[in-house]
């Protein structure tokens, strides 16, 4: 007789009154998502990289199409010891950089406004939602024109760019509160300043950690293209250069640079949002 | 002796559900109310509206209670954001205002939980937070919905066990939602009975100390309340039955 491992009270009152089933040890499913393996999201990436060396390596991808891991590699120690790729990164996170304060800063604020009052209600949000219309990118001739080519009209589209996520999802969920939680603070007699700070903004949060995910992410795709636009500086630089000159591997060390920065950087707001949400728990720990 | 709670020709109508027909109710200091009735029969609306909750609602009548008054719902309700004793210290201020969460805290036996977050508990556990965060305001009326409703049978029975022992000891007037005639019966010293929107009976449950004679009174009075909620029919030789 075939022993089950048994786990449940279900299944061992069933087991106790019937023969069990020949067909060898069998598990009980599990619904849901099983344990974590650490690194595991390395799998696809490492498999990516895998097949982009063996390709190089065997000639199946030709040089001028996409050169050698190790030729991007080589190009980019070249650099370094050149001191420009350190140069140019660290235009661009600077950029970047202050797009996002300023973006993240002003989306709180103004959301606060809009979520937390009526009044503000009815005068920001149907603003904003008609912004959400156009795409950020499409306003650059018209922010060319105001604000002229310079750092200036960068920062603030990048900052655009950070701000509409995060308002979205933090006005969302500002006004997203539960009832119940409404009622629990009308029945303990909270204050309103006691009812924002520890009912509405700590309920808030979740939205707001989702929006700060989508602006960061906003950051660096508005970095992109406003350093495509008359830089002298920065990656984005580096890589039309690159093209004028028919370096791919210069281009390719580029857009690397651009997948580590925006990886690491949403590595570090979720890594943030365990933190600060370590309350909950959720399916995918 | 002036009620605690005095309610005059209450009428409650909502929309959706819910309604009140006319309800004359008093409730003295110190007394255990429990309010019984079906699904529908607007227990939880009369609850509310002491409670100030019913904000939908159109309706007349007058109402007095006390300025102190907390509410346990049929959910604990904690904030999953805030730690056990933030919980339960919720809204409160003042140099002690931890130490009496504290205290409150080990009155429902749950010392040393303090920096828990509310989902490592137990539901039953998560319920006598909520308990404590309502006697440490010290109200003079408590106004329970249910709270035992979503509990299993033994957690049940130790959460009616430490109930009787704090309203002995904090001694509010205390408002009781249930369905459960033998709860009723067992924790409160008078059982209200609503049905369809209007007191159908008023009970004092004066039971002696026990014994035979105690059996005799439960047992009355329990054929009683089921018959005033229309289904003494149904229980002929029934050992127990909860759920109405």
Redesign the interface.
């Known amino acids: 007789m075939t022993v089950i491992p048994v786990s449940g009270l279900a299944v061992g009152g069933r087991a106790a009154g019937r023969a069990a089933p020949a067909s060898g040890p069998k598990r009980k499913r599990r619904l849901g998502l099983g344990a974590p393996v650490t690194y595991g999201w390395m799998l696809g990436p490492g498999l990516l990289l895998a097949f982009w060396t063996i390709g190089s390596a065997t000639g199946f991808i030709d040089p001028r199409t996409l050169p050698a891991p190790w030729v991007a590699l080589h190009t980019g120690l070249e650099l370094i010891q050149q001191g420009r790729l350190q140069e140019h990164l660290a235009i661009s996170a600077f950029r970047a950089g202050q797009g996002l304060v300023w973006g993240v800063s002003i989306g709180v604020v103004v959301a606060l406004l809009s979520g937390l009052t009526l009044l503000g209600g009815y005068l920001i949000d149907g603003v904003v939602q008609l912004k959400r219309a156009i795409p950020t990118l499409a306003l650059i001739p018209l922010f060319i024109l105001w604000f002229g080519i310079g750092e200036g009209m960068k920062v603030i589209v990048i900052s655009l760019s950070v701000f509409i996520p995060i308002y979205v999802h933090t006005h969302n969920a500002l006004r997203a509160i539960e009832m119940?939680?409404v009622?629990?603070?009308?029945?303990?007699?909270?204050s309103p300043m006691?009812f924002v700070r520890?009912?509405v903004l700590?309920?808030a949060?979740p939205g707001f950690m989702l929006g700060l995910r989508f602006g960061v992410m906003g950051a660096w795709l508005a970095l992109v293209v406003v350093e495509q636009l008359n830089a002298t500086s920065g990656i984005g630089y580096m890589i039309n250069l690159a093209r004028t000159y028919a370096q791919s591997d210069v281009i390719l060390l580029g857009l690397v640079v651009y997948a580590i920065l925006g990886v690491s950087s949403d590595a570090a707001v979720r890594l943030l949002e365990r933190k600060v949400?370590s309350?909950?728990?959720t399916l995918a720990k | 002796m002036t009620p605690t709670v005095s309610i005059r020709n209450l009428v409650r109508r909502f929309t959706l559900k819910g309604v009140l027909n006319g309800i004359d109710l008093d409730i003295q200091r110190g007394e255990f109310v429990a309010l019984l009735g079906r699904s529908g029969s607007g227990k939880s609306t009369l609850l509310r509206a002491l409670?100030?909750?019913d904000r939908e609602a159109t309706g007349s009548g007058e109402i007095i209670v006390p300025a102190k008054?907390?509410?346990v719902?049929q959910?604990a309700?904690l904030?999953?954001?805030?730690r056990v004793l933030d919980n339960v210290v919720?809204?409160l201020d003042g140099a002690d205002a931890r130490r009496r969460g504290e205290r409150a805290l080990a009155e429902v036996e749950l010392a040393g939980r303090e920096a828990s977050?509310?989902?490592e508990l137990s539901g039953g556990e998560q319920q006598r937070v909520a308990l404590a965060?309502s006697l440490v305001?010290e109200p003079e009326l408590l106004l329970a919905d249910e709270p035992f409703g979503a509990l299993d049978a033994l957690t049940r029975i130790r959460m009616h066990v430490l109930f009787r022992k704090l309203s002995a000891a904090h001694d509010p007037a205390i408002l009781l939602v249930t369905h459960d005639v033998d709860e009723a019966v067992e924790l409160a010293d008078r059982v209200v009975v609503l049905d369809d929107g209007k007191i159908a009976a008023d009970l004092a449950i004066d039971l002696p100390a026990s014994g035979e004679e105690r059996r005799l009174r439960v047992a009355t009075l329990r054929r009683q309340l089921l018959t005033s909620l229309g289904v003494e029919n149904l229980i002929d030789g029934a050992p127990a039955l909860h759920a109405v």
């Open positions: 119940k939680h009622e629990l603070a009308e029945t303990l007699g909270l006691a520890h009912v700590p309920g949060l949400l309350y909950r728990r | 409670a100030d909750l008054i907390s509410v719902f959910d309700r904030l999953p954001w805030k919720l809204g977050w509310p989902y965060r305001r």
